[in-house]
């Protein structure tokens, strides 16, 4: 049976090296861990959760967080995705130590810079026996799974054709240049263990598991043995990735093995799920983290969410700030049961960290907000100081960034839209809305001091000389000075307009209800 390091037991202060713990001590070493996007497209939650988690477990102990990107498959390399992980990682503040432009002693940080190593390593292993050339053409290998499937044999995959080629069948290929790519010479028997750190105990039996191709006919390794070859020579200590991982367990552990060479402790994280509880897809909405960012969520809002789709503080709390998170991120609380993605819940957190915020904090984040996602609703462009204005206006009411503009739309729309009808009140016709309207203008326009307070004071006065309800003459004065039957703070929303504006506009629904007293 093949040991590998147990999960350390505890966690020692922050700022210091962990202890790992096998059938005997390994020495204390700093903690290294990876992010390893591939550039295959935008990042999704699920990449970047395994990044976060990285991150917490670096800074939580001291440890160093390096970005390498695994780009070996070449076919499904998407121009621009690298600098939309760069992006998202910026977004959401988890800086790192090395790659992406970070230097380090462990580079290059990009796979396909790095081909030597793996070249070398495979030479290594043809020396040892550990793998061998295989020249079995894709059809072969076709007709050999059609068969399997129709056999409903136990084992699937490569049936080792290629293992014991004599010496002058070897040469012959070669001399022919017959393609061919190197595969890992997977034992017969015996099992491949880890403890892994989320599901505890993992073992696979070796006979199962078919020989692999660590090296692809165009020269690029496979992400078994890139991973493997990677995670030794940057000085890996734990590994956090996806469940789906899980199946390449035997694997790498073999490869570890064939090199004698220590494995890192591993970490399985769980399936992020739809409320649906199938796996989180396009289908369920946005799952780009970027996406999130356009929709105008709070980065320290998103991190606090992600931090909690499989892992928990304490089980029950669940605002957890960036520093507390840092401070008490523990990787023996992650749960191995798929955590369920509910944007109602980050909808509600996000709320939560934009009350937080003071007035100029969230008119800051508005004003950036707006001038990277200029909204389709305004006409005119706001100014950092109308950005605070309508913080104070419209905090109370957003769950995100992207929910202000529709609010507020009216302060920055040339033309205020709505018809005659929407002006007048229950209760009332065309010329007693008129009236209404004309005396409004009246007190608005011969303010001196036009704020709020004494906005509100003024216009409550006006409804009980008139004998109206105040209801209606707000609902009128809203309408026509919004278009919108619901806006936020009326007496906020006027002092925001001006006096002058609010002027302009009460003359424009008094010249339009003139046209139905007059018909």
Not at 243 to 254: A, G, L, N, Y
Request: charged share 30%; hydrophobic share 40%.
């Amino acid at each position: 049976m093949i040991i590998f390091p147990h999960p350390y037991k505890h966690f020692v202060s922050r700022g210091t090296v962990i202890k790992c713990v096998s059938e005997g001590i390994m020495p204390e070493r700093k903690v290294r861990v990876r992010y390893a996007p591939s550039p295959t497209g935008e990042p999704h939650v699920g990449n970047i959760r395994t990044a976060l988690f990285d991150w917490l477990f670096a800074r939580q102990t001291g440890g160093d967080f390096i970005i390498r990107v695994e780009d070996t498959d070449q076919a499904r390399r998407v121009d621009g995705a690298i600098e939309l992980q760069k992006e998202s990682l910026k977004w959401l503040k988890l800086d790192w130590d090395e790659g992406l432009g970070e230097n380090g002693e462990s580079g290059p940080y990009v796979q396909s810079e790095r081909l030597d190593y793996y070249e070398n390593a495979v030479s290594r292993l043809i020396t040892i026996g550990a793998a061998y050339k295989c020249f079995c053409s894709p059809e072969r290998l076709e007709s050999l799974r059609e068969s399997q499937k129709q056999q409903k044999t136990s084992r699937l995959g490569y049936d080792g054709k290629c293992r014991s080629l004599k010496k002058e069948k070897l040469q012959k290929m070669e001399s022919e240049s017959t393609p061919f790519v190197i595969r890992f010479l997977m034992p017969d028997k015996g099992v491949s263990q880890i403890d892994d750190l989320v599901r505890g105990k993992i073992e696979f039996d070796n006979e199962l598991v078919e020989d692999f191709v660590i090296l692809k006919g165009d020269g690029f390794p496979t992400y078994h043995l890139a991973s493997v070859v990677d995670d030794h020579y940057m000085g890996i200590t734990h590994v956090f990735r996806g469940e789906e991982w899980v199946s390449s367990i035997p694997r790498h552990v073999q490869i570890y093995r064939a090199f004698d060479w220590d494995t890192p402790i591993y970490a399985h994280l769980p399936t992020i799920l739809a409320p649906d509880k199938t796996k989180l897809s396009k289908r369920h909405g946005a799952t780009s983290v970027l996406e999130y960012r356009e929709r105008g969520y709070l980065p320290d809002a998103v991190v606090n969410f992600l931090s909690l789709l499989g892992w928990s503080l304490d089980g029950e709390t669940e605002i957890i700030s960036r520093d507390d998170l840092v401070d008490h991120f523990n990787p023996l609380r992650i749960n191995s049961a798929g955590a369920v993605f509910d944007i109602e819940k980050l909808d509600w957190m996000n709320g939560y960290y934009i009350r937080e915020l003071s007035e100029e904090e969230l008119g800051s984040e508005l004003f950036d907000f707006w001038t990277e996602f200029p909204p389709k609703e305004f006409d005119t462009v706001p100014t950092f100081e109308n950005a605070i204005e309508v913080a104070g206006l419209v905090r109370e009411r957003l769950k995100t960034l992207s929910d202000a503009a529709p609010l507020a739309s009216f302060i920055f729309k040339n033309e205020i839209v709505y018809t005659s009808e929407e002006l007048i009140q229950k209760g009332m016709d065309s010329e007693q809305t008129r009236n209404l309207l004309i005396g409004a203008r009246e007190i608005l326009s011969s303010m001196n001091i036009f704020i709020s307070d004494e906005i509100e004071a003024d216009l409550r006065k006006l409804a009980g000389d008139v004998d109206v309800k105040v209801g209606q003459l707000l609902g009128t004065i809203r309408l026509a000075t919004s278009g919108q039957r619901v806006s936020p703070p009326l007496f906020g929303s006027l002092e925001i307009l001006g006096r002058d504006r609010v002027v302009v506009l009460l003359d424009n629904a008094i010249e339009i209800l003139a046209g139905d007293v007059n018909s």
